[in-house]
């Protein structure tokens, strides 16, 4: 079977996950079954497929499972923001439909994705700005002590750093295929660990402290950890050496330390982190009521969960009992209602798309391909990592979507635009070579 038909016969999943999830979201709030469900399959198998003819035609050579692994995690977030709330479902499905546009017109504007080198500086130049947006007045926009989004009327808020991402591994990638065999020939080893010369490290150390800024200044931890876990990651491929990792977390460590101990909001995250339970969980004004809500919601799936539905998102008053449960608290939705089960399903998808993300960056005959892709793939695991380790309470809690699942339409959009230069770059890859 060929690898277009493969990709083809990889949608038929999502569609019949969609139409499942919403004949199981009727069922649960009206007891009967009715044909909308399959009529929401038809719509999104008809989009998948639309797309999946333009990837045969302009990307013959793609990887033939990213895409159907995009659609199953989309498909399973529709259906979960409808169970949700119907209104959010509505206006995500309108994202993806624009996700699904963006993701078109990146293959068709950028099919040489490698011309992208030569606006480097422009590309990092603008992805700065939007991480600094949600911090300027008048349009910036607090959520849970962190400033993640900017306001835009007739939307429920939007957060730039989605874009930053994509635009900092770009140009990451760009400058360490220049700088690479001059940092590791360069590299001198001072008390027995080897480091690289200093004016080589220099964007390393504008990143290094971006993520101090970001952490500081917007008290976003996981964007922090998640831009700069890409960058050590590209860092390792590019050079091979480990000890520049290791000088690379523990200057991340130390910084996060000094910031945690000595900034007040920055510390307020962290005591959120370590004492969820420390005021009752009823007091929404202290501790972390989100969190510790959360918890109690993934422990009460146990394995198998209560069944799909079932978990009790607000109060008997009406207040939310989690929080932002079709963003942040996604995932303890998830654990909740279809147990330890469904929560490993849904991470394995994840991996397996981290998986031939790499596999794309081995494949890749270029160093700027083989960074690109290492670097779109490493910020997309750490993205998951973050907000699942915060839900899960292994590291602070923070705002960070759950890619293709979280309602958000930044988020779908931006991750659309990751997996088409992704896709771009396996095509190139796998492309037959012409010998003359």
Known sequence: ????????????????????????????????????????????????????????????????????????????????????????????AQWFVIGLLLFAATVIAFRDYRKLEQYRYVIVSISLLLLILPRLPGIGEQVNGAYLGIKIPGT????????????????????????????????????????????????????????MLILFVLSDIGSSLMFYGALLAMLYVATGRLSFVVVGLIAFGLGAWFLGTHISHVHARFEDWQHPFQASIYNANLGSYQLANGLFAQAAG???GQGFGQSILTTAGGAPLIPEPQTDMIYAVITSELGLFGAVGVL?????????????????????????????????????????????????????????????????????????????????????????
């Open 1 to 92: 079977m060929s690898a277009r038909n493969r990709e083809l016969m990889g949608l038929l999943p999502a569609s019949l996950l969609i139409t499942a999830g919403f004949a199981g979201v009727f069922i649960q709030r009206k007891s009967e079954l009715t044909n909308a469900s399959l009529t929401y399959g038809a719509i999104f198998l008809g989009l998948c497929l639309a797309a999946h003819v333009f990837i045969r035609i302009t990307l013959p050579y793609a990887d033939p499972y990213l895409f159907p692994l995009v659609s199953v995690l989309a498909s399973f977030g529709l259906v979960m923001i409808y169970r949700i709330s119907s209104d959010d479902a509505r206006q995500q």
């Open 156 to 211: 429920s808020g939007f957060q730039p750093t989605e874009f930053s991402k994509v635009g900092l591994v770009v140009f990451l990638a760009s400058y360490l295929r220049d700088t690479r065999q001059v940092m590791v020939q360069g590299a001198r080893r001072v008390l027995g660990v080897t480091l690289p010369p200093l004016k080589h490290f220099g964007p390393v150390l504008v990143i290094w402290g971006i993520a």
């Open 302 to 304: 146990g394995v198998f």
């Open 348 to 436: 394995l998808t994840y991996l397996l798309f981290v998986y031939r993300g790499f596999k794309v960056a081995i494949l890749a005959r270029d160093s700027f391909s083989k960074l690109l892709a290492t670097g779109l793939s490493a910020v997309f695991a750490l993205q998951v990592f973050v907000i699942v380790g915060g839900v899960t309470k292994a590291i602070p809690l923070t705002g960070v979507t759950l890619p293709f699942i979280s309602y958000g339409g930044a988020s779908i959009v931006a991750n659309f635009v990751l997996v088409a230069l992704l896709l771009l770059v396996s095509d190139r890859a796998r492309r037959p070579v012409v010998r003359r």
